[in-house]
């Protein structure tokens, strides 16, 4: 039977995303991003493909690395303005069932007490319909405007990340009980304080005594996503993630990174599957081959190259105004997205150039871009996915809603035809509809199920006192389990 390809739409509260310009285009709604309507017309659009999820990019900063200022990421509208992306998901589920939405936060500015809250929220109000993107920012920009004097080197962030994590899953997992939550109108009881526990947590980054504000939300653990493929972001992947966003622009180098991926997560007791990999990708169809063709340069006409350059500048943390134009670049070592440049430099047949950077990326930023008719792009979403071990793919768009729709009314036909894409939903929550978990949650060998009734039995909110000693609770509950 031939594998599903799972679809996930790429966006972002902004009006350039991954194409530079190409807002200005009479068919793009894209300058339409801070209405509510932008967002509900996309959610149906979405359900109407039957699309696995839309998946919402964020960042804190801006990207001010080009030529030494943010310039030309505000004239060109390059990331910024930008909202916050949870704004929106409320009024997304409430026309739309089934799709998934995927959140991007970043663990680096944002306590991991709050940041729970939040996204239990979500997840009760869009029924077990959300996934958090886990990233740590790469934005220099971000960390100055937040307090810090500089950003957190690129493997601390991850130090801290795997903390974060820890704390995140005690308050999800193990806080509230199973059966803490009665809603007995005639006891009286809503909630018996014998089943919410603190979690008493302490350690180098965090400290968080208390229990999670909120009751158990459908998925407990929201679906974890991950975007980050360094070799400590696949190391934090492999553990954390049962969904990772790659960037790779060839089949043979997906191959590579899904088989590191799926390596790292078996040693450390997960299975091959437990990952659902996604790459970036950019599609322009049509009718033919040739209706595509015109579209794509037609897109091309009103794309920035001084935009892109800005996003590839805070990318990178390079300053692409200081290369000539045919000078081939070379990956170096920063606190920015490490496997921007490797993208670029490694595996490749030749050496970009930042002339390459504008003709390539220009449409399709990170990732790369596909021009044909539904046969030749269902072709070549097969060939990544059964030679190159993708399950999906983040689809950016040119213009939107437009790219998004030529590919619902002439790709999705295509590859349903070819047994490749869901005609339906599946019923249950995002975690049950990608892996098919029971009650959607956590699989066993996921690092959030040990917390999974871990603090039953001891101190609760029913406690008349609660100890304040870190290490003399956490010595009980270890000699408890």
């Known amino acids: 039977m031939a594998k599903r390809i799972l679809l996930s739409a790429f966006d972002m509260t902004c009006v350039g995303h991954q194409s530079t310009g190409t807002w200005r285009h009479p068919a793009s709604r894209a300058w339409n991003y801070n209405t509510i309507e932008y967002w509900t017309d996309m959610a149906k659009e979405l359900e109407r493909g039957c699309f696995d999820c839309l998946f919402i990019a964020d960042v804190v900063g801006v990207y001010d690395v080009y030529r030494g200022t943010a310039a030309a990421a505000v004239r060109d509208a390059a990331q910024v303005p930008v909202n916050d992306p949870f704004g929106a998901i409320s009024a997304m589920a409430a026309v739309t069932s089934n799709v998934g939405f995927g959140i991007t936060a970043a663990i680096t500015y944002e306590p991991p007490y709050l940041l729970a809250r939040r996204l239990s929220t979500l997840d009760h109000l869009t029924k077990g319909r959300i996934a958090w993107n886990v990233v740590s920012s790469y934005l220099n920009s971000a960390a100055l405007n937040v307090g810090m004097d500089k950003q957190i080197s690129h493997d601390d962030r991850y130090d801290i990340a795997d903390e974060y994590m ?164 070379e990956a170096m070592d920063n606190d920015s997205l490490r496997t921007t440049l490797e993208s670029l430099t490694h595996g490749q047949s030749h050496k970009w150039t930042v002339q390459d950077v504008i003709k390539d990326r220009t449409i399709g930023g990170l990732g790369p871009v596909l021009v044909g008719g539904p046969e030749k792009v269902a072709d070549e979403l097969e060939r990544w996915v059964d030679e190159g071990g993708i399950d999906g793919f983040n689809l950016a768009y040119a213009i939107t809603p437009g790219t998004t729709t030529d590919f619902i009314d002439y790709v999705v036909p295509e590859l349903r035809r070819r047994g490749r894409a869901q005609s339906s939903y599946k019923p249950g929550t995002f975690r049950e509809k990608l892996l098919g978990t029971p009650n959607g949650r956590v699989e066993k060998t996921h690092p959030a199920a040990q917390y999974q009734g871990a603090y039953a039995g001891l101190e609760s909110v029913a406690d008349n006192t609660t100890s304040s000693n870190f290490s003399d609770y956490e010595q009980t509950r270890v000699a408890a389990e």
């Open 166 to 329: 820890e704390v995140i899953y005690k308050l999800w997992e193990g806080s509230w009980e199973d059966s803490a939550v009665h809603r007995n109108k005639d006891t009286g009881v809503f909630t018996d304080p014998a089943k919410v526990h603190p979690i008493r947590h302490q350690g180098k980054h965090f400290k968080v005594p208390g229990f999670h504000l909120c009751e158990p939300s459908p998925q407990r653990t929201p679906f974890i996503f991950q975007a980050g493929a360094s070799g400590r972001g696949k190391q934090f992947a492999a553990g954390n993630a049962e969904g990772m966003f790659v960037l790779t622009t060839s089949v043979e180098q997906a191959k590579k990174v899904t088989s590191d991926i799926r390596d790292l997560a078996e040693k450390q007791g997960r299975s091959r599957d437990s990952i659902k990999i996604f790459t970036l990708l950019t599609v322009i169809t049509g009718a033919t081959d040739e209706a595509a063709e015109r579209k794509y340069q037609e897109y091309l006409s009103y794309s920035s190259s001084e935009g892109m350059l800005a996003l590839y500048g805070g990318w990178t943390g390079i300053d692409f105004s200081q290369y000539d134009p045919e000078q081939p670049l």
